[in-house]
Nanobody, 116 residues
């Protein structure tokens, strides 16, 4: 069974930084893309950042220039470095994995809270 374990969330002041990590374990054969979604209270889940094995990275407009996604393919891990955090970034962040066979998996979510 595939499992995604997330860590790194917490409470920070505006302008601060956090680094989220997600490590995949289990029987997944090959990972095509890994990324992060977030969901704030009263809002739908939205894509934040995504990175393919080939190195193509995409970001939501709201986080461009502040967040950086990286992957360690050997470890089946993905990271999200979040700088210059804003209160609007407050949400539960979910790791997402897309397998090469188009299967997908989700982490349990980690809370990020940014105070004013």
């Amino acid at each position: 069974q595939v499992q995604l374990v997330e860590s790194g969330g917490g409470l920070v002041q505006a302008g601060g930084s956090l680094r989220l990590s997600c490590v995949v374990s289990g029987s997944i054969r090959s990972i095509n893309a890994m990324g992060w979604y977030r969901q704030a209270p009263g809002k739908q889940r939205e894509s934040v950042a995504r990175r393919t094995r080939g190195g193509l990275a995409t970001y939501a407009d709201s986080v461009k220039g502040r967040f950086t996604i990286s992957r360690d393919n050997a470890k089946n891990a993905v990271y999200l470095q979040m700088n210059s955090l804003k209160p609007e970034d407050t949400a539960v962040y979910y790791c997402h994995v897309l397998g090469w066979d188009s299967s997908d998996y989700w982490g349990q979510g980690t809370q990020v809270t940014v105070s004013s």
